[in-house]
C-alpha cells in the first residue's frame, strides 16, 4: 500500500516536471523532479530494508532504480534554464514510461533468491541498470540534437554530451559483463555460456559498437548517428524486458 | 592492392560486419527460445569445440552453420581490427601524439586480445559436465588425477533440491553451510583437499572443481554403487574444467574498462572548434 502511494507520488512530481518545462516555469520544474527524485529514493529504502539487499533484481524494484538514476541525472547533468528543454521533456518523458510500466509489475521486493547476496550477482545487476538510465539519458540528448538540426540550429555540444552519456553507458555496462564473467566462472565453471541472456548482452554491446563506428561527420551518417544514438535507450530497454519475459 | 587494404581498414566495413553480428544474434535469440536448439546450445557449453563437433549430430546443423558463419564475421572483424589499428589509427597516433589517440588504439589492441582469448577458451584446456557424485565416490579425469567426494554436507530440507536452482530463496538453501568436501590426487598420491560451495570453487593447478549442484538423497544400492556409509545423504554435480587463457581474459577485460574510462574522461570537453560551431550559432538551443 505504501509501495503503491509512493509510486503514484513519484508520478505525479514528474509529470509535473514535464508540466512546468513546457510552461517555461524552470524554477517549478527543478522542485517537482527533486520531489520525484525523492519518493523514488523512499521506495527503493522501503525495497532495501524489506529484503535485506539492494532493489536492482525484480521488475518494480529495477524500474525503480533505472528511474531514481535517471532522475538525478536529470536534475544534475542536464542543461538547465531555457537549454535543452528537448532534452529534459524526452528524459520525463521515459521516467514516466519506466513508471507506468513498474504500475503493472507486483509492488512488493523481489524474491530473495539464493545467490541475490553474492556481490558479482549485485554488481551485475546493479551496474545494468545504471548503464540503462545512462543510455536513456543520452538518448534524449540525441532527440534534442536531431530536433536542432532539423531546424538548422547546429547545436553539436549535444551530439557530444549524448556520445559522453552513450561511452559513461557502455562502461557501466563492461563493469556489469565483467562482473557477470566472474558469476559464471564461479558458478558454471567457465566464463562465458551459450545462452539466451548471453546473446542478448552481446546484441547491446554491438549495438553499442554500431552506434560509436559510423563514419563520417557530416550528411547520412550524422543523421544514422544521432538516430542510432536516439533509440540505444528503447533498445536497451527492450531487451531488459524480452529477458524478463523470456 | 591499396583499395582492397583501404576497404578492409575502412569504418564502412567495420559498420557492415557488425550489422550483420546483429542480425545473427538476432537469430541466434530465436534460435536459442526454441526448445531443441537450446539443448545444442546446453551441449556447446559442456564441451570443446572440438568435442562438441564430434558428438553433434545432424540434429545441430542449424547452429553448426550458426557458429560457422560467427566464426566468419568474427575473423573478418578481427581483420578489419588489425587493417583499421595498422592503417588507421596507428597513423592517427604517430600524427598527433595526443593521449586519446594512443589511448584508443590500446582499447582495440586490448578488445581484440579479449575476443582471441574468448575464443581460445573454445579450444583450450578441458571441460568435464555433470560429474555425479555421492558421498565417497571418486572420479578419475585426464593426466592421472582423481577426486574423491569425501563429504556432501547438506543441511537444509533435500525437498528444496527438486527445485531448479534458480527457483530456490535464500532462506531454504543455505550458501554457507552447504558444501562438498573433496580430495584431490594425482597417481595415486595426495595432492590437497578443500571444499566446494556454491559460487566458491576449488582451483588445483590451474584445474577448477565448480560446484554445480546437489542431488536428492539416494538410499543404498540404488543406484548400483558401494557406497561407504549407511545414512542416505545428497549427491552433488561438479564442473571440472582447465582454462588456459581465463587469466588472460580476466586481467585485460578490466584494462580495456580502465581505458575507455580514461578515455572518456580526456575527450569529456567538446573539441574547441565544434564547440565554437555551436554557440556561435546561438544561445536558443532548445
Redesign the interface.
Request: glycine share 8%.
Given at each position: 500500500m505504501q509501495l503503491l502511494l509512493f509510486s503514484y507520488l513519484t508520478i505525479a512530481c514528474f509529470s509535473a516536471s514535464l508540466f512546468f518545462l513546457y510552461k517555461k516555469r524552470f524554477a517549478a520544474e527543478k522542485y517537482c523532479a527533486a520531489g520525484g527524485c525523492l519518493f523514488c529514493g523512499l521506495i527503493l529504502v522501503i525495497l532495501m530494508t524489506a529484503k535485506g539487499n539492494l532493489p536492482v533484481f525484480g521488475d518494480f524494484e529495477s524500474s525503480m532504480c533505472v528511474t531514481g538514476v535517471l532522475g538525478i541525472l536529470v536534475l544534475f547533468c542536464s542543461?538547465r534554464q531555457?537549454?535543452?528543454?528537448?532534452a529534459r521533456g524526452w528524459a520525463y518523458g521515459f521516467i514516466l514510461v519506466l513508471l507506468l510500466l513498474s504500475l503493472y509489475y507486483p509492488k512488493v521486493p523481489s524474491?530473495?533468491?539464493?545467490?541475490?547476496?553474492?556481490i558479482?550477482v549485485i554488481f551485475f545487476h546493479g551496474f545494468r541498470r545504471i548503464a540503462l538510465a545512462a543510455m536513456l539519458f543520452s538518448s534524449c540528448f540525441y532527440i534534442?540534437y536531431r530536433k536542432?538540426r532539423r531546424r538548422g540550429?547546429?547545436?553539436?555540444?549535444?551530439s557530444?554530451q549524448g556520445r559522453?552519456y552513450l561511452?559513461?553507458a557502455?562502461?557501466c555496462f563492461?563493469?556489469s559483463e565483467?562482473a557477470g564473467?566472474?558469476?559464471c566462472?564461479?558458478?558454471?565453471?567457465?566464463?562465458?555460456?551459450?545462452?539466451?541472456a548471453f546473446?542478448?548482452s552481446?546484441?547491446v554491446l554491438?549495438?553499442l559498437?554500431?552506434a560509436f563506428?559510423?563514419?563520417?561527420r557530416n550528411g547520412n551518417f550524422d543523421r544514422a548517428r544521432s538516430l542510432i544514438g536516439s533509440l540505444s535507450g528503447v533498445f536497451f530497454l527492450t531487451m531488459m524486458m524480452?529477458r524478463s519475459l523470456? | 592492392m591499396k583499395k582492397l587494404t583501404e576497404h578492409l581498414s575502412s569504418l564502412h566495413f567495420c559498420l557492415w560486419l557488425l550489422v550483420v553480428l546483429i542480425g545473427w544474434f538476432t537469430w541466434a535469440v530465436v534460435l536459442a527460445t526454441a526448445t531443441g536448439h537450446s539443448e545444442t546450445f546446453r551441449q556447446m557449453n559442456n564441451h570443446l569445440l572440438r568435442n562438441w563437433l564430434s558428438i553433434s549430430r545432424e540434429g545441430s546443423s542449424l547452429i553448426r552453420f550458426w557458429f560457422f558463419g560467427l566464426c566468419a564475421a568474427t575473423t573478418a572483424l578481427g581483420i578489419n581490427l588489425i587493417f583499421c589499428s595498422w592503417n588507421k589509427i596507428l597513423k592517427m597516433t604517430a600524427r598527433r601524439m595526443n593521449r586519446s589517440a594512443m589511448l584508443m588504439l590500446l582499447i582495440h589492441i586490448v578488445f581484440g586480445l579479449v575476443i582471441l582469448g574468448h575464443f581460445g577458451s573454445l579450444v583450450m584446456g578441458f571441460r568435464l559436465s555433470n560429474v555425479r557424485l555421492q558421498q565417497g565416490e571418486s572420479f578419475a579425469f585426464g593426466n592421472g588425477y582423481r577426486i574423491i567426494a569425501d563429504q556432501i554436507h547438506f543441511t537444509d530440507d533435500p525437498a528444496v533440491l527438486s527445485k531448479p536452482l534458480k527457483a530456490m530463496r535464500s532462506g531454504e538453501f543455505s550458501f554457507a553451510s552447504n558444501y562438498v568436501q573433496v580430495s584431490v590426487y594425482r597417481n595415486d598420491r595426495f595432492l590437497k583437499s578443500g571444499k566446494l560451495f556454491f559460487l566458491k570453487p576449488f582451483v588445483l593447478d590451474g584445474i577448477q572443481f565448480t560446484l554445480r549442484n546437489f542431488t536428492p538423497p539416494v538410499s543404498k544400492g540404488t543406484i548400483g554403487k558401494t557406497v561407504p556409509h549407511t545414512t542416505p545423504s545428497a549427491g552433488t554435480v561438479l564442473f571440472i574444467s582447465a582454462n588456459p587463457v581465463k587469466n588472460f581474459v580476466f586481467g585485460l577485460f578490466p584494462l580495456m574498462i580502465i581505458g575507455i574510462t580514461i578515455y572518456l574522461i580526456l575527450t569529456w570537453k567538446q573539441p574547441g572548434h565544434l564547440q565554437h560551431a555551436s554557440t556561435a550559432a546561438g544561445g536558443n538551443t532548445q
Amino acid at each position: 500500500m505504501q509501495l503503491l502511494l509512493f509510486s503514484y507520488l513519484t508520478i505525479a512530481c514528474f509529470s509535473a516536471s514535464l508540466f512546468f518545462l513546457y510552461k517555461k516555469r524552470f524554477a517549478a520544474e527543478k522542485y517537482c523532479a527533486a520531489g520525484g527524485c525523492l519518493f523514488c529514493g523512499l521506495i527503493l529504502v522501503i525495497l532495501m530494508t524489506a529484503k535485506g539487499n539492494l532493489p536492482v533484481f525484480g521488475d518494480f524494484e529495477s524500474s525503480m532504480c533505472v528511474t531514481g538514476v535517471l532522475g538525478i541525472l536529470v536534475l544534475f547533468c542536464s542543461p538547465r534554464q531555457n537549454a535543452g528543454t528537448t532534452a529534459r521533456g524526452w528524459a520525463y518523458g521515459f521516467i514516466l514510461v519506466l513508471l507506468l510500466l513498474s504500475l503493472y509489475y507486483p509492488k512488493v521486493p523481489s524474491p530473495d533468491e539464493h545467490n541475490h547476496q553474492y556481490i558479482w550477482v549485485i554488481f551485475f545487476h546493479g551496474f545494468r541498470r545504471i548503464a540503462l538510465a545512462a543510455m536513456l539519458f543520452s538518448s534524449c540528448f540525441y532527440i534534442q540534437y536531431r530536433k536542432n538540426r532539423r531546424r538548422g540550429v547546429p547545436a553539436s555540444m549535444f551530439s557530444h554530451q549524448g556520445r559522453n552519456y552513450l561511452l559513461a553507458a557502455a562502461i557501466c555496462f563492461l563493469v556489469s559483463e565483467y562482473a557477470g564473467m566472474i558469476w559464471c566462472q564461479n558458478g558454471w565453471g567457465d566464463f562465458w555460456h551459450w545462452s539466451n541472456a548471453f546473446f542478448q548482452s552481446t546484441l547491446v554491446l554491438l549495438y553499442l559498437m554500431a552506434a560509436f563506428h559510423i563514419p563520417g561527420r557530416n550528411g547520412n551518417f550524422d543523421r544514422a548517428r544521432s538516430l542510432i544514438g536516439s533509440l540505444s535507450g528503447v533498445f536497451f530497454l527492450t531487451m531488459m524486458m524480452i529477458r524478463s519475459l523470456i | 592492392m591499396k583499395k582492397l587494404t583501404e576497404h578492409l581498414s575502412s569504418l564502412h566495413f567495420c559498420l557492415w560486419l557488425l550489422v550483420v553480428l546483429i542480425g545473427w544474434f538476432t537469430w541466434a535469440v530465436v534460435l536459442a527460445t526454441a526448445t531443441g536448439h537450446s539443448e545444442t546450445f546446453r551441449q556447446m557449453n559442456n564441451h570443446l569445440l572440438r568435442n562438441w563437433l564430434s558428438i553433434s549430430r545432424e540434429g545441430s546443423s542449424l547452429i553448426r552453420f550458426w557458429f560457422f558463419g560467427l566464426c566468419a564475421a568474427t575473423t573478418a572483424l578481427g581483420i578489419n581490427l588489425i587493417f583499421c589499428s595498422w592503417n588507421k589509427i596507428l597513423k592517427m597516433t604517430a600524427r598527433r601524439m595526443n593521449r586519446s589517440a594512443m589511448l584508443m588504439l590500446l582499447i582495440h589492441i586490448v578488445f581484440g586480445l579479449v575476443i582471441l582469448g574468448h575464443f581460445g577458451s573454445l579450444v583450450m584446456g578441458f571441460r568435464l559436465s555433470n560429474v555425479r557424485l555421492q558421498q565417497g565416490e571418486s572420479f578419475a579425469f585426464g593426466n592421472g588425477y582423481r577426486i574423491i567426494a569425501d563429504q556432501i554436507h547438506f543441511t537444509d530440507d533435500p525437498a528444496v533440491l527438486s527445485k531448479p536452482l534458480k527457483a530456490m530463496r535464500s532462506g531454504e538453501f543455505s550458501f554457507a553451510s552447504n558444501y562438498v568436501q573433496v580430495s584431490v590426487y594425482r597417481n595415486d598420491r595426495f595432492l590437497k583437499s578443500g571444499k566446494l560451495f556454491f559460487l566458491k570453487p576449488f582451483v588445483l593447478d590451474g584445474i577448477q572443481f565448480t560446484l554445480r549442484n546437489f542431488t536428492p538423497p539416494v538410499s543404498k544400492g540404488t543406484i548400483g554403487k558401494t557406497v561407504p556409509h549407511t545414512t542416505p545423504s545428497a549427491g552433488t554435480v561438479l564442473f571440472i574444467s582447465a582454462n588456459p587463457v581465463k587469466n588472460f581474459v580476466f586481467g585485460l577485460f578490466p584494462l580495456m574498462i580502465i581505458g575507455i574510462t580514461i578515455y572518456l574522461i580526456l575527450t569529456w570537453k567538446q573539441p574547441g572548434h565544434l564547440q565554437h560551431a555551436s554557440t556561435a550559432a546561438g544561445g536558443n538551443t532548445q
